[in-house]
């Protein structure tokens, strides 16, 4: 656990805060912090107390800020203004060279080496100095320095204040940088009633705290103090689905979701500008008349503008979604490659200060939305192998001539809330304990497809309406429907292996409109083994196209016969966004991954639902362990791509 | 034009059609560099500063103002024969400034209104840019032009490098000054996000609102800005932001039109009372 108020806690009284600006100037520092300007609390030099925004607060919402009094004489009531201490680190402009050509052709350089001041940040909050960590990154931690850069922060002081209150925009709790100081901080303060808790991070902040007049805290002061950083907190989580966000992202490189965005922004660069990490300059040249002397300055652009991606021949991101594009994915997917941390400490600079109010969060959770809900609720049922639930079977329906789908009452609601893909652990006393999935949800009954192909699944098969047989689950994760919105889903299936994906066709039939093109691929044995042979034409009737191939055929049958990896033959989906989901025998998945993928569907897209010998369903028995991940409780359904080379291999 | 010009001084004109002289001012205001710029271009035409004329022809022309009479159209054309590099400086050059607002409106009627003596007006119904006359090889925006920017554009001439003139945002402008957000922090009905720089982004410093009289930015999203601005404020009221010195350029000219076509519908129910 990690402490969350400063320890040791002593306390400085709100007026002896000017001892310690004294002591900073006295030291040779400029102090930055914050101050009234503009109808804003903005960062810049503080000579004394009353240079501190007593009394004022902000309230902040996508593209609004106001400044209003609080009624109060607290220092640092307020969260963050437009100016972050990026302003101080990495200047908007700084001089960089002088270039003088001569007369008789000679060219030389000067280099500018400005004087960097001693800079004491006051004031600075959690996400502020995640974002100097993170600039420390990219710009001293090589193998490129940039001197410039590095000679400020060399110099630098910081004195943090740990947030007591959070605004609309910010989500530094979301990101794991805030409200908590626990790191890059010379000294820590957290404003209470009459002063502030103080505490030490450097050897340099402890000299200054032997400078200062300190008392005692009383443990009061201090639980309060935790109770409002603890408050902030919460409400500051939870906003930014963060886990797998990287690779959400890149796998929406193509959607359309895009344009959205890009009707509503202005690419003017404001986010970019805000931006406590955002760190990419140009150069601007300022030549006499003659061009025998030329002033070179680092300026702050953004890959917003339009001659950031500029070449001679042409802009290699001309449109506004392009821009976009670029900045949020970099910012939350390839800068984790890049520099190892994310790009975004969740300051919420970028949210106020759009002028059209764009919201970060929202957009991420539209454009790249969580695979699977965040936290996977665990059924209480599952949590326990020998937890069986009962359920009543209801009807039977002979499918074909070894397959049997038995309708069961489940004894508890949560069954009827199974995704499409999911599977239970049926149990018949006596026998084994069988992973299922689930063919299709309807009526206040769970369809269980079942293939009499062992002692058990016979059992099971000719189970009769009212027996009664053990259930666990809904278990492991589905199909993921949502990524398939808005594009092509392509539907390949095996035998016994249409059983998990006709709940998905199931719910592609509930809302249509959502799918582009919709593919059924189905193979069998012989015509007689075609599972749902009677739902093809309602699926048809829903612009859904099936195609059906079987390996054997009788005189009866008018249709293709074959391998499945045949009705994919001429299928091109190149240009086109699409996804795939199968499911059948380990051999026809792969040949059919082979198939798809010289189609032009990537790995990332395309989905199997993998098969192995399970016992708990839960991840705790080790039957179904493939590689890195356990079949029941990280899939049964993953993107090829993710199971990496096992897939398809032999003895695995 | 290389570097070493002295010997071989380009010959350089200043003219003028509908305008007010202002950005021909700030070339008379460059001062320190005024003489320095003298001595490197051969100054043959610049009726503002010297009695000295010439009809050309011209290596380099500067050209203030929009076109707006007959005589203009015809000039403007001449000119164009005489001239190597014909650059516009200013709102009206490059987009008909803001005598551009009549081109919504009953023009015969506007004269009537304003002189005594209309009879004695010859002048076209609209106010149109010279590059909607004659090709235009450079431009230089704003109400006035920026100095520096007319600087940058001459010495690029003399050493052959691409003028750096920004088409970013007045934004970008307005963050590396430090200035605090006048949209966001004060509600402000600022253009600068559609507008283009070079300006110094000088409004919103004083605590005013950018009114784009450098004009559309490229990419600019006009429609949005104009939602953004209308959900607190009456629609004609945002139109009527667009409708000043560059009113008449894309992507500026549907609001501003707006704006134009309802102050033209009051003018003829003035009218109407009045008759």
């Given at each position: 656990?990690?402490?969350?108020?400063?320890?040791?806690?002593?306390?400085?009284?709100?007026?002896?805060?000017?001892?310690?600006?004294?002591?900073?100037?006295?030291?040779?520092?400029?102090?930055?912090?914050?101050?009234?300007?503009?109808?804003?609390?903005?960062?810049?030099?503080?000579?004394?107390?009353?240079?501190?925004?007593?009394?004022?607060?902000?309230?902040?919402?996508?593209?609004?800020?106001?400044?209003?009094?609080?009624?109060?004489?607290?220092?640092?009531?307020?969260?963050?203004?437009?100016?972050?201490?990026?302003?101080?680190?990495?200047?908007?402009?700084?001089?960089?060279?002088?270039?003088?050509?001569?007369?008789?052709?000679?060219?030389?350089?000067?280099?500018?080496?400005?004087?960097?001041?001693?800079?004491?940040?006051?004031?600075?909050?959690?996400?502020?100095?995640?974002?100097?960590?993170?600039?420390?990154?990219?710009?001293?931690?090589?193998?490129?320095?940039?001197?410039?850069?590095?000679?400020?922060?060399?110099?630098?002081?910081?004195?943090?204040?740990?947030?007591?209150?959070?605004?609309?925009?910010?989500?530094?709790?979301?990101?794991?940088?805030?409200?908590?100081?626990?790191?890059?901080?010379?000294?820590?303060?957290?404003?209470?009633?009459?002063?502030?808790?103080?505490?030490?991070?450097?050897?340099?902040?402890?000299?200054?705290?032997?400078?200062?007049?300190?008392?005692?805290?009383?443990?009061?002061?201090?639980?309060?103090?935790?109770?409002?950083?603890?408050?902030?907190?919460?409400?500051?989580?939870?906003?930014?689905?963060?886990?797998?966000?990287?690779?959400?992202?890149?796998?929406?490189?193509?959607?359309?979701?895009?344009?959205?965005?890009?009707?509503?922004?202005?690419?003017?660069?404001?986010?970019?500008?805000?931006?406590?990490?955002?760190?990419?300059?140009?150069?601007?040249?300022?030549?006499?008349?003659?061009?025998?002397?030329?002033?070179?300055?680092?300026?702050?652009?953004?890959?917003?503008?339009?001659?950031?991606?500029?070449?001679?021949?042409?802009?290699?991101?001309?449109?506004?979604?392009?821009?976009?594009?670029?900045?949020?994915?970099?910012?939350?997917?390839?800068?984790?490659?890049?520099?190892?941390?994310?790009?975004?400490?969740?300051?919420?600079?970028?949210?106020?200060?759009?002028?059209?109010?764009?919201?970060?969060?929202?957009?991420?959770?539209?454009?790249?939305?969580?695979?699977?809900?965040?936290?996977?609720?665990?059924?209480?049922?599952?949590?326990?192998?020998?937890?069986?639930?009962?359920?009543?079977?209801?009807?039977?329906?002979?499918?074909?001539?070894?397959?049997?789908?038995?309708?069961?009452?489940?004894?508890?609601?949560?069954?009827?809330?199974?995704?499409?893909?999911?599977?239970?652990?049926?149990?018949?006393?006596?026998?084994?304990?069988?992973?299922?999935?689930?063919s299709r949800v309807a009526d206040g009954a769970l369809h269980l497809t079942i293939r009499s192909a062992g002692p058990a699944t016979a059992a099971l098969t000719t189970l009769q309406p009212g027996s009664q047989v053990g259930l666990r689950g809904p278990l492991g994760h589905g199909w993921p429907i949502e990524r398939a919105?808005?594009?092509?889903?392509?539907?390949?299936?095996?035998?016994?292996?249409?059983?998990?994906?006709?709940?998905?066709?199931?719910?592609?039939?509930?809302?249509?409109?959502?799918?582009?093109?919709?593919?059924?691929?189905?193979?069998?044995?012989?015509?007689?083994?075609?599972?749902?042979?009677?739902?093809?034409?309602?699926?048809?009737?829903?612009?859904?196209?099936?195609?059906?191939?079987?390996?054997?055929?009788?005189?009866?049958?008018?249709?293709?016969?074959?391998?499945?990896?045949?009705?994919?033959?001429?299928?091109?989906?190149?240009?086109?966004?699409?996804?795939?989901?199968?499911?059948?025998?380990?051999?026809?998945?792969?040949?059919?991954?082979?198939?798809?993928?010289?189609?032009?569907?990537?790995?990332?897209?395309?989905?199997?639902?993998?098969?192995?010998?399970?016992?708990?369903?839960?991840?705790?028995?080790?039957?179904?362990?493939?590689?890195?991940?356990?079949?029941?409780?990280?899939?049964?359904?993953?993107?090829?791509?993710?199971?990496?080379?096992?897939?398809?291999?032999?003895?695995? | 034009?290389?570097?070493?010009?002295?010997?071989?001084?380009?010959?350089?004109?200043?003219?003028?059609?509908?305008?007010?002289?202002?950005?021909?001012?700030?070339?008379?205001?460059?001062?320190?560099?005024?003489?320095?710029?003298?001595?490197?271009?051969?100054?043959?035409?610049?009726?503002?500063?010297?009695?000295?004329?010439?009809?050309?022809?011209?290596?380099?022309?500067?050209?203030?103002?929009?076109?707006?009479?007959?005589?203009?159209?015809?000039?403007?054309?001449?000119?164009?024969?005489?001239?190597?590099?014909?650059?516009?400086?200013?709102?009206?050059?490059?987009?008909?400034?803001?005598?551009?607002?009549?081109?919504?409106?009953?023009?015969?009627?506007?004269?009537?209104?304003?002189?005594?003596?209309?009879?004695?007006?010859?002048?076209?119904?609209?106010?149109?840019?010279?590059?909607?006359?004659?090709r235009v090889d450079a431009e230089l925006r704003g109400c006035p032009i920026d100095p520096g920017q007319l600087l940058e554009l001459l010495t690029a001439l003399r050493t052959g490098r691409r003028p750096q003139l920004p088409d970013e945002?007045?934004?970008?402008?307005?963050?590396?000054?430090?200035?605090?957000?006048?949209?966001?922090?004060?509600?402000?009905?600022?253009?600068?996000?559609?507008?283009?720089?070079?300006?110094?982004?000088?409004?919103?410093?004083?605590?005013?609102?950018?009114?784009?009289?450098?004009?559309?930015?490229?990419?600019?999203?006009?429609?949005?800005?104009?939602?953004?601005?209308?959900?607190?404020?009456?629609?004609?009221?945002?139109?009527?932001?667009?409708?000043?010195?560059?009113?008449?350029?894309?992507?500026?000219?549907?609001?501003?039109?707006?704006?134009?076509?309802?102050?033209?519908?009051?003018?003829?129910?003035?009218?109407?009372?009045?008759?």
């Open positions: 656990m990690v402490s969350i108020t400063p320890t040791p806690l002593q306390l400085l009284r709100r007026g002896d805060l000017a001892i310690l600006i004294g002591l900073l100037r006295d030291d040779g520092y400029t102090v930055i912090g914050p101050t009234v300007r503009e109808s804003a609390i903005v960062l810049d030099e503080i000579r004394s107390l009353a240079d501190l925004p007593a009394g004022w607060t902000d309230e902040q919402a996508p593209g609004t800020y106001r400044l209003v009094p609080n009624g109060t004489d607290r220092l640092f009531d307020y969260t963050v203004g437009p100016a972050s201490p990026k302003r101080f680190t990495l200047p908007p402009r700084v001089p960089l060279a002088t270039a003088r050509r001569g007369a008789d052709g000679t060219a030389s350089f000067e280099p500018a080496s400005p004087q960097t001041p001693r800079l004491a940040f006051l004031g600075l909050r959690a996400c502020e100095i995640a974002a100097i960590q993170v600039q420390d990154r990219v710009l001293e931690e090589g193998p490129f320095v940039d001197a410039d850069y590095r000679a400020r922060r060399d110099g630098s002081l910081i004195i943090a204040v740990q947030c007591t209150r959070a605004g609309a925009t910010c989500f530094c709790g979301s990101m794991g940088t805030g409200p908590e100081v626990t790191s890059g901080h010379d000294l820590v303060l957290t404003e209470v009633g009459d002063g502030f808790l103080v505490a030490s991070g450097s050897p340099e902040g402890t000299r200054l705290l032997d400078r200062l007049p300190l008392a005692a805290a009383s443990e009061a002061v201090v639980a309060d103090a935790a109770q409002a950083v603890v408050a902030t907190r919460r409400a500051t989580q939870g906003q930014v689905a963060v886990t797998g966000l990287r690779d959400r992202l890149l796998d929406q490189l193509d959607s359309t979701k895009w344009a959205e965005i890009a009707d509503r922004c202005l690419a003017c660069t404001n986010c970019t500008m805000v931006c406590p990490t955002c760190f990419c300059t140009s150069v601007s040249l300022a030549s006499d008349l003659d061009g025998r002397e030329t002033v070179m300055t680092r300026q702050w652009d953004s890959c917003f503008s339009a001659g950031f991606a500029k070449v001679a021949g042409g802009n290699f991101r001309p449109r506004r979604q392009d821009r976009y594009r670029q900045w949020l994915t970099h910012k939350f997917a390839t800068w984790h490659d890049q520099f190892g941390t994310s790009g975004c400490v969740g300051c919420g600079r970028c949210i106020t200060w759009c002028p059209v109010g764009i919201d970060v969060r929202q957009e991420l959770a539209a454009i790249a939305p969580p695979y699977a809900p965040e936290v996977v609720p665990v059924a209480p049922v599952a949590a326990s192998p020998d937890a069986y639930s009962v359920g009543t079977i209801r009807a039977t329906n002979r499918e074909t001539a070894d397959t049997v789908t038995l309708a069961i009452a489940p004894g508890e609601e949560r069954f009827l809330a199974t995704e499409p893909g999911q599977f239970v652990m049926v149990e018949l006393p006596a026998f084994p304990p069988l992973p299922i999935s689930v919105v808005g594009r092509d889903l392509v539907i390949v299936c095996g035998g016994i292996g249409l059983a998990p994906l006709r709940p998905v066709v199931d719910a592609v039939l509930r809302d249509r409109a959502r799918f582009g093109e919709v593919l059924v691929a189905f193979g069998a044995r012989t015509p007689g083994d075609r599972l749902y042979s009677g739902e093809a034409e309602s699926w048809r009737a829903g612009s859904i196209e099936v195609d059906q191939i079987v390996d054997r055929a009788g005189p009866e049958w008018t249709g293709q016969v074959g391998v499945v990896t045949q009705l994919l033959d001429r299928r091109d989906w190149h240009e086109r966004s699409a996804v795939a989901f199968v499911c059948g025998p380990e051999r026809m998945m792969q040949a059919t991954v082979s198939a798809l993928r010289t189609a032009g569907i990537t790995r990332r897209h395309i989905f199997v639902s993998i098969e192995r010998h399970m016992e708990c369903g839960i991840g705790l028995c080790g039957h179904c362990q493939m590689g890195s991940v356990f079949i029941c409780k990280d899939g049964p359904v993953f993107a090829v791509a993710d199971l990496g080379d096992t897939f398809g291999r032999e003895g695995i | 034009m290389g570097a070493d010009g002295a010997a071989s001084r380009p010959r350089a004109g200043v003219v003028k059609l509908a305008s007010c002289d202002g950005c021909q001012l700030t070339l008379l205001d460059l001062e320190d560099e005024l003489l320095p710029i003298t001595e490197r271009f051969e100054l043959i035409e610049f009726p503002e500063a010297t009695s000295r004329r010439s009809e050309g022809p011209f290596d380099v022309l500067l050209v203030e103002g929009s076109v707006s009479t007959a005589e203009q159209a015809e000039e403007i054309v001449r000119l164009r024969a005489q001239t190597r590099l014909l650059v516009t400086i200013g709102a009206c050059a490059w987009s008909g400034g803001i005598q551009a607002m009549r081109n919504w409106a009953d023009e015969p009627s506007w004269r009537a209104s304003v002189y005594p003596t209309p009879d004695y007006i010859s002048s076209l119904a609209t106010s149109t840019p010279v590059a909607e006359h004659v945002a007045v934004c970008l402008e307005c963050k590396r000054r430090g200035t605090v957000c006048v949209l966001v922090a004060r509600g402000a009905p600022c253009l600068g996000p559609v507008t283009q720089t070079g300006c110094g982004a000088i409004c919103p410093a004083y605590a005013r609102a950018c009114y784009a009289c450098f004009g559309p930015r490229e990419q600019a999203n006009v429609g949005s800005l104009h939602d953004w601005l209308a959900a607190e404020r009456a629609p004609s009221d945002v139109d009527r932001l667009f409708a000043g010195f560059t009113a008449w350029s894309e992507p500026y000219r549907e609001p501003a039109g707006r704006a134009g076509a309802l102050a033209r519908e009051r003018a003829l129910a003035r009218e109407q009372t009045d008759a």
